[in-house]
């Protein structure tokens, strides 16, 4: 018996082979056609295995680990590439490219690949590629198919390999230099949070709040087919019970609703911001907090989204546009101008600071083996300084949300007592939130809201005679220089 959403595989229809394998009936090499345990024979459940589809999986894998490219960039390539892929193919491909990048060390290691050369780019061949996936194929619980490539592979062997007592880190398939800063910096509370970051993501959709509701949404979608659930805690959220393509249905052209992880939808809110006030969103990106904030201030008041990239900012322009959002202006941070422009401006101020995406490693499984603790190093100096230099951009009692997708208390929690201990006479901390994704499923993400302290009110000069003739004080910022939207 075979529960419903079983992944194993049969063979149907097919020759075996001596080694019990089988191929296609026809005798093409190529092709073996499976189906699900107890399902019939046609249904629309019949998954077929084409070797090109295999041959591009392990196509893309060597351009994620040899050529070093972004894994969710390499699966978008490969479907722009193969337009008349199925919805069942595609399935197959992305899941494959993103277990095997997620577990990568693991099956290297079950394909009897010296764990040593996991991440030697000169040790990744394409020979060595078809057998990692021969491993991440029969851990799946599925026949190998009777290719050439894996006609060396031995089921029995990697089974009984899998069975062997290994660290915690080459079964979770983490560097061990991550395995150890990780460990070090979040004690016991690591193995459970390396756990779930090991799982595949959730889909979550953010309701925009400026064109709907999330209850008409949520009926919208299920007349569509699309169904979803609400999230008690965070009123935007929708969980999204099955993968669809989103970004194809009728609702996202519209602008109904963005994709943003539910830990992610918690960080705007956590900015306080109101209608009307005036909003520095300092590393926008392509603007996932920029919406939402323009949907908490209900459209009135001012959002300058600020980012070194402008090609980010036009992704950014091009969402606020579907989404409704009419009070963000956008400008690229070229050299300190554009900052010195905007000081004491915002009463609120966003610093969704760039990080090392560890709190997020479920969606970006890739980041694994392309970070460094050199990387990290060279961004927590970054932060601070972000923190330090743009803290200048809010006005006296405003307020300015710390935020990084990260777990690492290093990139948290320390980067802001660090700034306190140099800006405490000017800065308190208000509110830490940190989500922790072992306990919530949610993304890792921390946020810390600080205040800046409002002006003492300045003692009643003494009235004598020279005051009438000292020269007026410069203000740091002309008048030219404020932005228009301060008028
Ligand atoms: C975590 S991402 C922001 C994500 C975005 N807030 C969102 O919700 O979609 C960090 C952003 O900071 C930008 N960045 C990097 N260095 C920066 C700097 N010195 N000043 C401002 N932005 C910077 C990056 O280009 C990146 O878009």
Known sequence: MVADGDVRTVLRGTHKTARGDACAPWGARKTCVWDDLGRTEGS???VKLHYHLIAQIISSLRDVFVDRRYADKVVEYAFKRHPKWGSRDRKLFAEAVYEIVR??????????????????REAITMERLWHVWAAYWVMAEHELPFFDEVGAVRRAYILERAKADVSPALRASIPDWMEKRLGDELGAAWPAIRETLNKPADVYLRVNTLKTERRSLKTRLAQEGFITDGIKEIPTALHLRQRYNVFGMAAFKEGLFEVQDASSQCVAPFLQVEPGMKVVDACAGAGGKTLHLGALMQNKGKIIALDVHDWKLAELRKRTARAGVDVAETRVIEGTKTLKRLAGYADRLLLDVPCSGLGVLRRNPDAKWKLSNEEIDRLIIEQQDILSRYSALV???????????????????QQVQKFLSTRGDEWTLEEEMKINPAETGHDGFYAARLVRKKEEPKAAPAIVEEAAVLPPVEPEVSKDDLPAQSD
């Open 44 to 46: 629309d459940l019949t």
């Open 395 to 413: 006005k006296p009692g405003g307020k300015m949300v710390y935020a990084t997708c990260s777990i690492l208390p290093g990139e948290n929690e």
């Open 103 to 120: 577990h990568w060390r693991w099956y290297w290691y079950l394909a009897g690949q010296p764990d040593a050369e996991h991440a030697q």
